[in-house]
């Protein structure tokens, strides 16, 4: 993953305006480009806790005047709360990554009345307009891990999948596509699909049971390795069923984030894949967009020199789509990936 400067307009590819990165900052203030609110959505996930590592660093690399974050601790009504608060304090623009993407619509409609543009991060609101979103494809996501288990268990089985909540883009986009590929491509395979709400606690309980009624489980797919990784592995080591994958009663585990933990789970042999969300890239590009919008500076679709591509996904709505690679353990100890690198 080749690092390029962020200080410059590096999507320049995209932009619409004809001298790239010359836009004026109006809105800027003596210590940077702002001021910009930024609400983190949860402190309960070690993805979102690097997400909320990796901000400030970037915004400073970036010149950008940050305001105090707020949390909205995976609460609709604490981010409707926190963006009113953000827009009374003088916020230029907003960063955002809402839970709940259908709920969201009339804070958006507000904050664009008012000119103050919104940029989400790793989800797309149902309603509404965001000046551009920030996420991965996660309709990827879905059919990397089906894929991954499908071979892995040879087409037959029986596979667990803890869904993110179905009111989240991400959560629908992962579990529609993990469910159509697997009635595509692998028939010979159950899945348990476990509405979860992004919550650990309920992924653990509804593990414990499936187990109980089906002991010959042979394969985990979860979500969101952030809030699944350690209750899936206390269950699975409860039952003595955390065991290598050389072992014939080996569960095939694939997880969606790519945190540390996750990683090093991988190295050990107790799950066995997972898909990286850049954490450090959703930092990154959330507040590089912000600062353009505040600059003035529009965007069209096309692929960017970042390893991503824009797209429109309907209404007019722009997605710069950023990649999300499959690790395993051929290439977990790649130092390229964030998971690696937070913390060194």
């Known amino acids: 993953m080749k690092r390029r400067s962020i200080l410059t307009a ?9 001298a790239c990165g010359t836009a004026t900052t109006s809105g800027g203030t003596a210590s940077g480009v702002g001021p910009i609110g930024l609400d983190f959505p949860r402190a309960d ?3 979102w806790n690097s997400y909320i590592k990796y901000a400030p660093e970037k915004a400073k690399a970036l010149g950008i005047n940050l305001m105090a974050p707020t949390n909205s601790q995976n609460k609709v009504e604490n981010l409707v709360a926190n963006a009113q608060s953000l827009q009374s304090q003088g916020a230029k623009a907003i960063i955002m990554a809402p839970q709940d993407t259908g709920a969201i619509a009339s804070t958006l409609e507000r904050l664009e009345k008012a ?12 309603k509404g307009k965001a000046y551009m979103v920030v996420r991965a494809d996660n309709k990827a996501y879905g059919e990397k891990a089906c894929r991954f288990l499908g071979e892995k ?10 869904q993110g909540s179905l009111s989240s883009v991400n959560g629908r986009d992962r579990s529609e596509a993990f469910a159509k590929c697997m009635k595509e491509n692998y028939p010979g395979i159950t899945v348990f699909e476990e509405p979860t709400d ?11 049971t499936r187990l109980n009624q089906h002991p010959d489980i042979n394969g985990i797919y979860m979500q969101a390795g952030g809030v699944f990784l350690a209750p899936t592995l206390q269950v699975l080591r409860q039952k003595n069923m955390l065991v290598p994958p050389t072992d014939p009663k080996h569960v095939f585990i694939v997880s969606n984030d ?12 107790e799950i066995d894949a997972t898909v990286s969300q850049p954490a450090d890239l959703y930092a990154e590009w959330a507040l590089f967009y912000a600062k353009a919008a505040v600059e003035g500076k529009t965007f069209k679709p096309g692929k960017t020199d970042h390893g991503s591509e824009i797209v429109d996904v309907g209404n007019g709505q722009l997605e710069d789509q950023l990649p999300a690679p499959l690790i395993t353990k051929e290439n977990v100890d790649d130092k390229a990936f964030w998971g690696n690198q937070i913390g060194k």
């Open 10 to 18: 590096a999507v320049c590819l995209a932009l619409t305006t004809a």
């Open 45 to 47: 996930s070690d993805f």
């Open 115 to 126: 000119k103050i543009p919104v940029i989400t991060v790793d989800t797309r609101p149902d």
């Open 153 to 162: 268990l040879g087409g037959k089985g029986k596979v667990v999948e803890f």
């Open 198 to 208: 992004w919550e650990g606690t309920k992924a653990s309980a509804a593990l414990q």
């Open 258 to 269: 790519g945190i540390p933990q996750e990683l090093e789970a991988i190295r050990k042999g």
